[in-house]
């Protein structure tokens, strides 16, 4: 059956969601705790030797684990041409493989 | 002295250069390649720059190549008790 949509009545049209659904919010949060490993490992590999460096000091200073994280920083982020300030994080270009935590301040 | 076994879990493809660049510097080349690095700042600082798209762990001694293969072979479902040549050798003794 032909059902008239607008991704089938134009030619190149990409329908987007405008958010996202549970499983990617799921696997989103599960990124979110694979960065925080990978940065906890590497702090406690190098405090057993005594050391530091200043790239793990900052994670620590300035981001949020995914815990502390609100819903809203997780799977938005801010953007100053939508209406309400924020749009869904997957339309970040390559947004599952960089890390969008803090907002700008005051918002 | 412990060591960094980072495995490249995400690719780089359509990331800024530098991502590329750092990966190539710790010798991962492609999706599921394995590193050792001994524990160092510089090491560590290098992988925070790719932390979104490794995974590390941290070991008392780097695995040579080979040894990384035989982790990934499945267990052949048999052992070898006793080897025909050992028989022989048994066996002419008596």
Redesign the interface.
Known sequence: MFKPTSALFSGLLWKTPWRLSSPQKARQRK?LR??DQ??D??S???S??G??????ER?YAEMPREEEMLPKDKYTLFDKKEKSYRKSIHKLP?W????QRVNPPGF | M?Y?RVQLI?S?I??PRRSTDVLKALGLKKRMGIVFHP????V??Q???V????????VDRALTKQEVRLERKPDPGYYVEKSGVDERAELSGH
């Open positions: 990124r694979a960065v990978v940065v490992t590497l406690a590999a190098l057993r030797q050391k530091t460096t200043k790239a793990v994670w390559k599952t493989r960089v890390s | 412990s960094f995400r780089a359509g990331l524990v160092s700042p510089s560590a600082g992988i925070m720059k932390k979104e798209l490794v995974s590390v762990q941290e």
